[in-house]
Nanobody
Framework: QVQLVESGGGLVQPGGSLRLSCAAS????????MGWYRQAPGKQRVLVAG???????NYADSVKGRFTISRDNAKNTAYLQMNSLKPEDTAVYYC?????????WGQGTQVTVSS
């Protein structure tokens, strides 16, 4: 059974930081491209950052320079380091695993940026 379990969300003040983790099981983690998406209330789910199985990363323009995606294949875990958080970063953040036609989603973790 495939599971992607996100953790690390919460309430943070503007300018603060959070680190999200996505622990994967049931897949050969190192062969999957990993991504973090987010969905704000009333909006579509959008890609925030992705990292290929080879370690190449890409980011949405809105988070470039503030967020860093990484992966630890030995721990079957992907991370999203979020710095300089803004109220507009408030959303449910989802982990995504992708290998061509095979895709999996986590259950999501809430991130709220508010003073």
């Amino acid at each position: 059974q495939v599971q992607l379990v996100e953790s690390g969300g919460g309430l943070v003040q503007p300018g603060g930081s959070l680190r999200l983790s996505c622990a994967a099981s049931g897949i050969i983690f190192s062969t999957y491209d990993m991504g973090w998406y987010r969905q704000a209330p009333g909006k579509q789910r959008v890609l925030v950052a992705g990292i290929t199985s080879g370690g190449s990363a890409n980011y949405a323009d809105s988070v470039k320079g503030r967020f860093t995606i990484s992966r630890d294949n030995a721990k079957n875990t992907a991370y999203l380091q979020m710095n300089s958080l803004k109220p507009e970063d408030t959303a449910v953040y989802y982990c995504h695993a992708d290998r061509t036609t095979v895709r999996y989603w986590g259950q999501g973790t809430q991130v709220t940026v508010s003073s």
